[in-house]
């Protein structure tokens, strides 16, 4: 054996430099759609709320959401949070949520990896049968309920935030496209929501279709933006912008699904899931239509066929609309732990995009 292969085999650690940041982070995915969790490392954000925190990272750490999520360390559809104190003591801690664009205010499949990572970690008291969580998310707080069986979590469930519908059957006309029918709702974030059955696409909502997807996605998102001056959240500005696209499309005959969801969000990132607060704002939806009732679930697949159930469970007044709490299940994994550096000398430590 080679003395060099010997030195491969017995160092195999490295030791950073002291004025190199590391940040650890655990790293998941829900339905497919990723997740990287950021536990140690991170500067002190300052606020006295997640939306506060949430304005504080954007403006003095910005630079650390791109180096954590853009290459060399991610991809252009790496997702990412950060935890840190809730609003008040009634809560069990506060998330910030990190994408290609920016900061988003609701994101259901981290809400289902990071309530099952928190029994993973002990981070709470783990018990058999239902562990509740209370969440503190920039759109509101999120009840989450972990299921655990024979110590291994099954699935976790959670009750979105009241969600509800700005317009249905709008439209908006699109240079190269056509004219697009949309229904318009919020459910942790607004959407524009497009049935592929109502609109005539040269595309469907499979792998193959993926360019194709981004490519339509964005130019809805950007035509209802310019044409829509009424996306506004009834009590947070912070929160009153449109978040992303999201088609609608049957599914195949032999899935045994009710239907299959593929959103565009943030800068043209598609979502591996079904997209939690997505299938929230369709619960609200189709409550709307009256093709969901209380006791209804439906269950909606994503373009990996991962599979998300949804269901409304309560209904409420909120601001000038009537709004449901929207009930989304999902499960998550735990697919490695990390310990990025950052060089300072290195011309690429803020990372970078390629598409």
């Known amino acids: 054996m080679s003395k060099t292969y010997q ?41 006295n709320s997640v939306l506060e925190y949430r304005r504080y990272c954007k403006e003095n750490f910005d630079y650390l959401r791109t180096a954590l999520l853009f290459e060399p360390r991610g991809h252009a559809d790496m997702y990412g949070c950060i935890l840190v104190p809730p609003n008040d003591n009634d809560a069990d801690f506060g998330i910030i949520f990190l994408h290609n664009e920016g900061y988003s205010t609701m994101c259901g499949h981290a809400i289902i990896a990071i309530s099952t990572l928190a029994v993973e970690m002990n981070w709470i008291e783990v018990k058999e049968g239902e562990n509740e969580l209370k969440i503190d998310a920039p759109c509101g707080r999120i009840t989450s309920f972990a299921n655990v069986k024979n110590g291994q979590v099954m699935g976790v469930r959670f009750h979105c935030v009241p969600s509800f519908v700005v317009g249905l059957d709008r439209t908006v006309d699109i240079k190269g496209v056509g004219t697009i029918s949309y229904d318009l709702a919020y459910g942790g974030a607004f959407y524009a929501y497009v049935d592929m059955a109502k609109n005539n696409f040269n595309f469907d909502l499979s792998r193959d279709s993926y360019r194709a997807i981004i490519t339509n996605g964005m130019k809805i998102k950007n035509a209802v933006v310019k044409a829509d001056k009424k996306i506004l959240h009834p009590f947070e500005n912070d929160l009153s912008f449109l978040y992303g696209t999201i088609f609608i499309d049957n599914t195949k005959q032999n899935s045994g699904n009710d239907s299959k969801n593929v959103c565009v969000f943030a800068e043209g990132e598609v979502d591996r899931s079904p997209t939690g607060s997505g299938v929230s704002g369709r619960m609200a939806i189709h409550k709307a239509k009256r093709e969901i009732d209380f006791g209804e679930t439906m269950t909606i697949e994503s373009i990996t066929g991962s599979v998300f159930k949804g269901s409304v469970i309560a209904e409420e007044d909120y601001g000038p609309f009537t709004a449901v709490i929207p009930q989304v299940e999902g499960t998550a994994h735990i697919t490695g732990m990390h310990t990025f550096i950052i060089d300072p000398k290195d011309p690429m430590k803020k990372g970078f995009i390629l598409r």
Do not use: A, Y
């Not at 195999?12 to 982070?25: H, R």
């Open 7 to 47: 030195n491969i085999l017995s160092k195999s650690t490295f030791t950073p430099n002291k004025d190199w940041l590391q940040i650890k982070t655990i790293d998941m995915h829900t339905g497919g759609e990723p997740l990287r969790v950021i536990v140690d490392g991170f500067p002190e954000v300052k606020g």
